[in-house]
């Protein structure tokens, strides 16, 4: 097996990291070229997880069409809304029997496309060789072998057991699961919730009120999922509660921080640039999300909030009270 991991960011770099420690060989792709010659001479990705010795089996290179290949698995490591334009690049050189497996935790905004929608409107590629790795999964983590657990999922079963071997590290369990949608939704709708959480944390809320948020955000994440076609007990489980719980729990979740500041007083412009350039992937997605639950006709009372926050020039006071003002109703409801 000869995996390429194609985007050096944060996830990109752990993944590879594991890759290689399960014994597939592995060279992950760099946009710059500088970073990939820092990879394969200090075995150091200077930009993200900079205190991390990645494996000296590792190599890398800025150059798409050699990573690619050869490449039996190909890795899909930038963020959501460059998944289309770099995938248009790397798809003539992906192999004919190639598995793709999607990173991105994210709905992309143009289209309200899944990633691995994007990635079979752009290849062409058939459900069957696309799959999506997803679960509670802070890089820096995992990138020390922490010990975690994720989701390999893919319509075929017998290709995600393929790729689950190839992920699985004394340290890196995956678990397999047919239902695509189901990950890919928990993945994407955890990143608005963690804005919210962050948001309720930096206004100074304590575990009362982040608990009700991750609850809640469960609810409106499991009545989207229905209704666009995904399993309830995926989101039960490590692509559902498991990435919602470390999400919105910690302090290394790039979504939770971002909402943080919010949270503090910092404005959209004050909180990007505190970023230093990483993905924030709700700030975008909490507007495709919605979208794509007003499509359905979904309520989903949390997600609007962090949109119009985000988008609308709403106070986070007034996004506070207008949640808290709706009318009272059952706890379990699916309208
Ligand atoms: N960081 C994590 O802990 C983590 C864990 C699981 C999933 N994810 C998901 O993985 C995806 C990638 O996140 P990350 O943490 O690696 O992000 P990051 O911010 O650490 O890095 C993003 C990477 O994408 C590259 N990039 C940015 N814009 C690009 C473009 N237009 N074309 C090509 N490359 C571009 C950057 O150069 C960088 O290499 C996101 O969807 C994120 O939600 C992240
Ligand atoms: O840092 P975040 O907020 O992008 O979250 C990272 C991972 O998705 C956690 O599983």
């Known amino acids: 097996m000869r995996a390429a991991v194609m985007g050096a960011g944060s996830w990109g770099t752990a993944v590879a990291k594991v890759l290689v420690d399960a ?39 800025s150059d798409p069409v050699e990573a690619l290949s050869g490449a039996d698995i190909v890795v899909c490591g930038v963020p959501s809304q460059s998944l289309r334009e770099n995938l248009k690049q790397w798809t003539p050189h992906i192999g004919s029997d190639a598995s793709l497996v999607s990173l991105a935790k994210g709905i992309e905004t143009s289209t309200l496309l899944r990633m691995s929608e994007v990635i079979a409107e752009v290849t062409g590629v058939a ?11 802070l890089a820096h983590e995992v990138a020390e072998g922490q010990p975690a657990a994720t989701v390999i999922a893919c319509t075929d079963e017998s290709r995600a057991v393929t790729l689950q071997s190839a992920f699985s590290t004394r340290y890196f369990r995956p678990y397999t699961n047919t239902d695509v949608i189901g990950c890919e939704i928990g993945g994407s709708a955890k990143n608005v ?17 982040l608990a009700t ?14 209704a666009v076609g995904a399993e309830i007990e995926t989101l039960a489980g490590l692509a559902g509660v498991g990435d919602l719980v470390a999400t919105c729990s910690s302090p290394l979740s790039r ?23 990483q993905v924030a992937e709700g700030v975008k997605s909490c507007s495709s999300v919605r979208a794509l639950a007003e499509k359905h006709q979904v309520p989903m ?9 985000c988008h609308d020039g709403q106070s986070v006071a007034d996004a506070i009270n207008s949640l808290l003002g709706r009318r009272a109703k059952p706890e379990i409801y699916r309208d």
């Not at 007083?265 to 505190?274: I, R």
Request: glycine share 12%.
């Open 193 to 209: 919730i963690a804005l919210a959480c962050g948001i309720a944390s930096g206004v100074g809320f304590g575990q009362n009120t």
């Open 213 to 226: 948020i991750i609850t809640r955000g469960l609810a409106e994440t499991i009545r989207l999922g229905v």
């Open 255 to 277: 979504n939770r921080t971002f909402g943080a500041r919010l949270g503090e007083g910092a404005t959209m412009a004050e909180a990007q640039a505190a970023t230093n350039g």
């Open 301 to 309: 009372p949390l997600t609007d909030a962090v949109h119009k926050v």
């Open 23 to 61: 014994g597939t060989e592995t060279v992950i792709w760099a946009r710059r070229a500088e970073l990939a010659d820092a990879i394969n001479s200090e075995h150091v990705n200077p930009n993200y997880l900079s205190d991390i010795t990645l494996p000296g089996e590792l190599t890398a290179t």
């Open 127 to 137: 459900d069957d060789r696309i799959a999506v790795l997803t679960g509670p999964n």
